[in-house]
């Protein structure tokens, strides 16, 4: 019997999950399942920006980053994603490959990829994030920690590995957050060995703008153990 290549198995999983939801498929992301880690990222970026969301699935945060007023570009292999996503509030979904990005150049303020780095060739994903970001752009980047049971076919790429990718493709690594997230909250863990989920920000270099991002702490007070954002919901 004929083996399904990896790609063709992936795009059936994902087909599923668009069609039947995170919430019966037995697999979800951070990004849809804690409204709190929505909140938190939500809070890093600052507002009216062009964003470009790769692997943007069932865009539960693109689409609060649309309400709040930003231009987000939700691109994703899968149509069934795309479709939940535009459900979600979505407004431009674009079907297309992440390694083959259908922008021109310096369209973006921010590149990011939230949970889906795992299935992506970084040094092909992060250049073409390079080429379609403003000189000031900005590249956001959240993955799991070694010790997350994540989808099988999701590589956990070590942080390293990343930060490494990113400066080759162009980027300055600004900082990188270890969290623990739960649904009605985010903490900064207190080692990167006890967290759940890394955020690394970084700046296209030759245009930094030496700009943080909104919200964002310094060096050092990521360094507090124990720092945490708390967001409740009402
Ligand atoms: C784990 S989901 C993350 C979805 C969303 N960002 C979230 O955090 O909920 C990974 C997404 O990456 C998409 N994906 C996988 N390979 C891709 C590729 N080569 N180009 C674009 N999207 C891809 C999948 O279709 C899936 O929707």
Redesign the pocket.
């Known amino acids: 019997m004929p083996t399904q290549s990896k790609a063709s198995q992936?795009s059936r999983f994902?087909a599923r999950i668009g069609t039947r939801g995170w919430r019966d498929s037995g697999y979800d992301?951070?990004?849809?399942r804690s409204p709190a880690f929505r909140q938190w990222m939500r809070s890093l970026l600052p507002p009216r920006q062009a964003i470009l969301?790769?692997?943007?699935?069932?865009g539960?945060?693109e689409g609060e980053l649309s309400a709040a007023g930003c231009a987000v570009v939700g691109?994703?292999?899968?149509f069934a994603?795309l479709r939940r996503a535009g459900r979600n509030g979505l407004d431009l979904p674009v079907q297309?490959?992440?390694?083959r990005l259908p922008f021109g150049p310096r369209r973006f303020d921010i590149a990011m990829f939230?949970?889906?780095i795992g299935?992506?060739d970084l040094d092909a994903v992060f250049a073409e994030a390079r080429r379609v970001l403003k000189p000031e752009g900005r590249l956001i980047v959240t993955s799991y920690s070694a010790q997350i049971n994540a989808?099988a076919r999701?590589r956990k790429w070590p942080v390293d590995q990343v930060m490494a990718c990113a400066a080759t493709a162009g980027f300055a690594v600004d900082r990188c957050h270890y969290l623990t997230v739960a649904k009605n909250r985010v903490a900064e863990a207190r080692s990167p060995g006890q967290s759940k989920l890394f955020c690394l920000s970084a700046t296209a270099r030759g245009g930094n703008s030496g700009h943080a991002l909104a919200g964002e702490r310094t060096l050092d007070d990521a360094k507090q153990p124990g720092a945490h954002w708390d967001w409740r919901l009402a």
Do not use: K, N, P, W
Not at 29 to 32: I, Q
Not at 53 to 58: D, N, P, R
């Open positions: 992936r994902y992301t951070f990004a849809y969301s790769v692997g943007c699935g069932a539960e945060l691109l994703d292999l899968s994603m297309a490959d992440a390694a939230i949970e889906s299935y992506l989808h999701y």
